[in-house]
């Protein structure tokens, strides 16, 4: 049973315009925040199986209901401190979801991924731009 919650919301006239393909313009959009995920999935307090688990669910139902436009929380991660060593950064999920989104399964589906918006989570978050979904 996963503990990742899931929003959808629905597409605006302007988003069905936009989300036709990935544009400059569109790209530029994305990272000022200006277009609103369609859906949304929080992967805070997950271990990473249970993160990759929840994530190939997410994004594959995302494609089958004609999502694009996803956001992916990952969270900044924590500081923990090795002896001696100074700060090393534990951000386990901000640093796994990039690979897994350029990795199959999951990988087909992934036409862009940037950093969010600040509105929408900054460096603890991603939106993900899904491929069209040719079968529906």
Known sequence: ???AHYYFEEKTK???NALKSMDKNSLKKLKRGKLNPQAKL???GLTADEAYNALIRFIIRSHEINKRLLLVITG?????????NGPVLAGVLKQKVPH???SDPISPYVLEFVEAHQKDGGAGALYVYLKKNKAA
């Not at 900044?76 to 001696?84: E, F, I």
């Open 42 to 44: 929080d992967l805070h």
């Open 100 to 102: 897994w989104l350029r």
């Open 1 to 3: 049973h996963s503990k």
């Open 76 to 84: 900044k991660g924590q500081r923990s401190y090795n002896r001696g």
């Open 14 to 16: 302007a988003q069905k």
